[in-house]
T-cell receptor, first 115, second 115 residues
Framework: EAQVTQNPRYLITVTGKKLTVTCSQN?????MSWYRQDPGLGLRQIYY???????DKGDVPEGYKVSRKEKRNFPLILESPSPNQTSLYFC??????????????FGPGTRLTVT | AQSVTQLDSQVPVFEEAPVELRCNYS??????LFWYVQYPNQGLQLLLK??????LVESINGFEAEFNKSQTSFHLRKPSVHISDTAEYFC?????????????FGQGTTLQVKP
């Protein structure tokens, strides 16, 4: 089954404790991205990756890092989480970049709470 | 830069009644248009998209949306809703020819179908 998986699904942590949210897709997609969803704001892009070793900032990258060492994986790293990063996070992937309007496939989401 | 406005945050409606979820966008360049649906505790799923051609696009579960370039709108409609349509709906745009693949989302509209 074609899918995007994220782990963990739920996470409660404390300020400053480094964490990683994993994302993996089994569709051999080139393009992957991370979004955060906040009430009244919809989804906003954090980072995206056009292919292995190619990443770039989205609209709200502050406080986040990513890496793309393998095509299927795109982890989101919070080096020093703060309460304003409490949110619902979605990983997404699609077949290609370069302006193609391919459907983006979304993971089930990770609900992060930082106290 | 693009922006998307969903004019209603919540839309309550009775089962079998018609519904319209409104979406307006702003962009200085041509865009692709999308509607995504998010069922409770799930990720986003593509409902329908407009790329080019006929301005009326349809989904497999009875929703349709019409692209109106002069009014920069992409409203979503269904003539008769079911309880199972209860979900949050997001309108999104993507810049034509963009390399980033970024989706700009509206704030979301919660459709509440009552028996």
């Amino acid at each position: 089954e074609a899918q995007v998986t994220q782990n963990p699904r739920y996470l409660i942590t404390v300020t400053g404790k480094k964490l990683t949210v994993t994302c993996s897709q089994n569709m051999n997609h080139e393009y992957m991205s991370w979004y955060r969803q906040d009430p009244g704001l919809g989804l906003r892009q954090i980072y995206y990756s056009m292919n292995v070793e190619v990443t770039d900032k989205g609209d709200v990258p502050e406080g986040y890092k990513v890496s793309r060492k393998e095509k299927r994986n795109f982890p989101l790293i919070l080096e020093s989480p703060s309460p304003n990063q409490t949110s619902l996070y979605f990983c997404a992937s699609r077949k290609g970049g370069n302006g193609r309007a391919d459907e983006q496939y979304f993971g089930p989401g990770t609900r992060l709470t930082v106290t | 830069a693009q922006s998307v406005t969903q004019l209603d945050s919540q839309v309550p409606v009775f089962e079998e009644a018609p519904v319209e979820l409104r979406c307006n966008y702003s962009s200085s360049v041509s865009v692709y248009l999308f509607w995504y649906v998010q069922y409770p505790n799930q990720g986003l799923q593509l409902l329908l998209k407009y790329l080019s051609g006929s301005t009326l696009v349809e989904s497999i579960n009875g929703f349709e949306a019409e692209f109106n370039k002069s009014q920069t709108s992409f409203h979503l409609r269904k003539p008769s809703v079911h309880i199972s349509d209860t979900a949050e709906y997001f309108c999104a745009v993507s810049e034509l020819g963009s390399n980033t693949g970024k989706l700009i989302f509206g704030q979301g509209t919660t459709l509440q179908v009552k028996p």
